[in-house]
């Protein structure tokens, strides 16, 4: 047998090793590839975020409940205008001094060591979620307080307080409760306006949860387990002697919550 | 010349097979590798739904005060903040106290600012009490937090008794109307890195004061001019993290 006789070699399975071999390279690299993209997503999504402990709160920054395109007065409750006395408005006739002037009431503390609480036998009492505004100002410079009280009872010996302070631009949540006062929040909000400004103070309330609005922009929020801030009347403020506080335009609209 | 043909044949297909062998066993790593990491990924991917968007991995075990359990239980005071019935307040301005989801918190929103969440009456005035809470914060900080005790809001009197998680540091400070001073130096401690809970307790008997983190003795401090009061509560450095507290114990006797 010469050599032209001879068969010619077969390299398949060669071929065959070979073509294995190149892909189980790239099987390989897709692989490092996944690997590589899989890790980097978890280091992304921050595990060392994860709080095991009660991380279900609110965001840091508020978003507000609102919706977008509401206009006060447009679900109303109840509507002050202050032409006259036609809602009842009443307070301590030691303590406080009350005026309707060109539609507007004016309202002094007349104690030095107390304060002035004023709300309207008309006003209602609350029980659904409800979003209340009141502009207000003063009659002169002044680093006196005031503000809004919301689930005011009856008795008057519960409430809690939204007071602003124009010079320092702080804003304060105060709990009262038989001559105890708590304070719950406290904060510097740029969009209080200096004298002799108007500030339009809104409050929504829902439930346990409370949305702070000055000028129509959210500042604040507060929540307190437990406790039904919907219920209850709202009042007017007036934290010390040497100014009078001027409210106009008070409307309560109700919006249901989320 | 036909014996060596015949001869080259064998040994060739010898390597052959020897190459496919390798093959294999190469493919089987990749497929034990793939499966393996595939496992991981799995477990990784649970893991972040189970957390997301807000979990709240709850404790099978049930709070309970872990030293110095009096022998009259009925001394024992406890807030699970399930509400904020008991009035829990803020003091110093610029921060916020809240109660949600059965648990207070605190926050400053100002930097270096202090806040705390206080109850000046949780318990009655006695010369010996003991202090006990559950701490953590809603993200990873560098600054430390801590428990009051001894306090005074009038007069701006109380013990702080700080940890910092991150430094694993505890020291116990005393302050007396804005004056500072450190009983206790920087120490290193036992202290869980978050998001764990730390409980750090405080026993107080006639000056004489020991600190506990998570149920362990870390240090003790004879204070000559004590404190008589017993104001207590929670401490936040600054603005930027919520602290989370929860499980409040304390008692009083005489």
């Known amino acids: 047998m010469g050599p032209s006789s001879e068969k010619p070699e077969s390299y398949t399975a060669e071929l065959v090793v070979l073509a294995g071999y190149i892909l189980f390279f790239c099987l390989a690299v897709i692989l490092y590839f996944i690997f590589l993209i899989s890790f980097t997503r978890n280091l ?28 006060p007065g447009s679900l109303p409750i109840f509507r002050e205008d202050f032409d006259n006395n036609q809602n009842g408005w009443t307070g301590d006739p030691d303590l406080a001094s009350r005026e309707f002037k060109d539609g507007k009431l004016y309202i002094e503390s007349l104690d030095e060591n107390s304060y002035a609480l004023t709300s309207c036998s008309k006003c209602p009492i609350l029980r659904e979620p409800y979003i209340f505004t009141v502009e207000l100002s003063t009659d002169q410079l002044t680093d006196g307080g005031f503000g809004v009280v919301f689930a005011l009872q009856y008795t008057r010996d519960y409430f809690y307080l939204f007071r602003i302070n124009l010079e320092s631009k702080k804003y304060f949540l105060s709990r009262y409760y ?81 | 010349m036909d014996t060596e043909a015949l001869k ?28 393996v990491l595939s496992f991981g990924n799995k477990d990784n991917s649970l893991q972040i739904n189970d957390v997301s968007p ?23 005071k406890f807030e699970d903040f399930s509400s904020n019935i008991r009035n829990w307040s803020l003091y110093y301005p610029n921060g916020k106290v809240e109660v949600i989801n059965g648990k207070m918190i605190l926050q400053s929103n100002l930097s270096n600012h202090a806040a705390i969440g206080e109850r000046h009456d949780f318990i009655s005035v006695y010369e010996n009490y003991y202090v006990q809470a559950d701490f953590t914060t809603d993200i990873a900080t560098r600054l430390p937090y801590g428990l009051v005790f001894g306090m005074n809001d009038s007069l701006g009197t109380y013990y702080l008794f700080f940890i910092n998680p991150q430094t694993r540091a505890y020291y116990l400070l005393k302050n007396l109307s804005g004056e500072w001073n450190e009983l206790i130096p920087f120490s290193r401690g036992k202290i869980r890195p978050y998001p764990e809970v730390n409980t750090l307790s405080a026993y107080y008997v006639k000056g004489n004061i020991e600190l506990f983190i998570n149920g362990e003795l870390v240090a003790s401090y004879l204070d000559e001019q004590p404190l008589q009061y017993v104001g207590v509560g929670a401490y936040v450095t600054g603005s930027g993290y919520r602290l989370i507290v929860d499980n409040f114990f304390a008692y009083s006797e005489p």
Not at chain 1, 44 to 68: E, G, M, R, V, W
Not at chain 1, 204 to 220: A, C, R
């Open chain 1, 44 to 71: 992304q999504k921050s595990p060392s975020q994860i709080n095991s402990f009660a991380t279900n709160l609110p965001p840091q920054t508020p978003i507000p409940s609102i919706p977008l395109n509401y206009e």
């Open chain 1, 178 to 258: 038989e001559d105890n006062w708590s304070r719950r929040m406290t904060g510097i909000a740029d969009q209080i306006q200096p004298y002799p400004a108007v500030n339009k103070l809104s409050i929504y309330v829902n439930k346990s949860m409370v949305e702070f609005y000055i000028n129509g922009k959210l500042i604040d929020t507060y929540q307190d387990a437990g406790t039904s801030f919907q219920s209850g009347q709202v009042g007017l403020y007036v934290n010390d002697t040497g100014f009078r506080l001027i409210a106009d335009n008070l409307i309560i609209d109700k919006i249901e919550g989320k």
């Open chain 2, 8 to 35: 080259k044949v064998p040994k060739y297909r010898w390597g052959t097979k020897l190459a496919g062998w390798c093959l294999l066993i190469l493919y089987a790593g990749l497929c034990i590798v793939a499966s």
């Open chain 2, 54 to 76: 807000t979990p709240t991995i709850k404790s099978s075990v049930t709070p309970q005060i872990l030293v110095h359990l009096p022998e009259n239980k009925s001394l024992i």
